[in-house]
């Protein structure tokens, strides 16, 4: 059965979203916490820390990216994702509220708090057309 150009678009701006995790988790693995402030010499526990939690945006991207042949039918690696990103989103606005105001943290967390709750809904009209246009 042929995939709608909605399902289409969604599934390449899936694809789009899903290389962010998997460039900054990669970057994270790669250089340590120095990808966010060079010249300062991190314990070796910050910096395996650092590198073990880089790890977990980089399998969210494969997960993102595993999920797109199916996208139509199953959601399952999307919506895990989105929880934990929005999750992810929720602490991170906590450290807006708690400690500082920044710009550009701001639009970070509006999109980790409203992108994919809106990929997620998407998806649900996606796949309600595609088993609609199944059963026809």
């Not at 962010?20 to 820390?49: C, E, K, Q, W």
Request: aromatic share 8%; net charge positive.
């Amino acid at each position: 059965m042929a995939k709608t150009s909605q399902c289409l678009v969604l599934q390449i701006v899936i694809g789009l979203v899903a290389i962010v995790p998997l460039f900054f988790g990669l970057n994270g693995i790669i250089r340590g916490p120095s990808m966010l402030a060079t010249g300062y010499n991190y314990p070796i526990s910050v910096d395996s820390h650092f590198r073990y939690l880089s790890g977990l945006p980089v399998a969210m991207g494969i997960l993102l990216l595993r999920n797109l042949p199916t996208i139509d039918r199953d959601a399952s690696d999307l919506h895990r994702v989105s929880l934990l990103i929005f999750i992810g989103g929720l602490g991170r606005l906590w450290g807006l509220i708690t400690v500082s105001f920044e710009v550009s943290t701001m639009v970070t967390t509006l999109v980790e708090l409203l992108l994919f709750p809106f990929l997620c809904l998407w998806q649900h009209q996606v796949q309600k057309n595609s088993v609609r246009s199944r059963t026809k």
